[in-house]
């Protein structure tokens, strides 16, 4: 239960609605703190849970030779995360 309550993803749901309907909008009384818990809730995501993968990634390629299918799965989760990142930081700009 905790781990919904400060999941990014569920705390953009609540936030948006379901297809930015104005029937289905949230209605905050202060908007910039939700709008600053739910920027916290995306950065503290950003260092525990792609943080561990980018080490992964690091670890995957220092050790194994190129033209293994790791290998290529590192460069990919490398590049996918990077734009996710920078998308996200982008939105809440």
């Known amino acids: ?3 919904l309550l400060v ?6 749901l609540l936030y948006s609605g379901f297809y930015g309907l104005e029937s289905t909008m949230a ?10 818990l739910l920027r916290l809730s995306a950065y503290f995501s950003f260092v525990f849970c ?3 993968i980018f080490i992964a990634d690091a670890l995957i390629i220092w050790r194994v030779s190129w033209g293994y299918q790791l290998f290529v799965l590192a460069i990919e989760t490398i590049i996918l995360q990077g734009l996710i990142m920078v998308l996200t930081v982008i939105e809440f700009r």
């Open 1 to 3: 239960m905790i781990a």
């Open 7 to 12: 999941n990014f993803k569920f705390g953009k």
């Open 27 to 36: 209605r905050f009384e202060r908007h910039a703190q939700f709008y600053y």
């Open 50 to 52: 792609y943080g561990f």
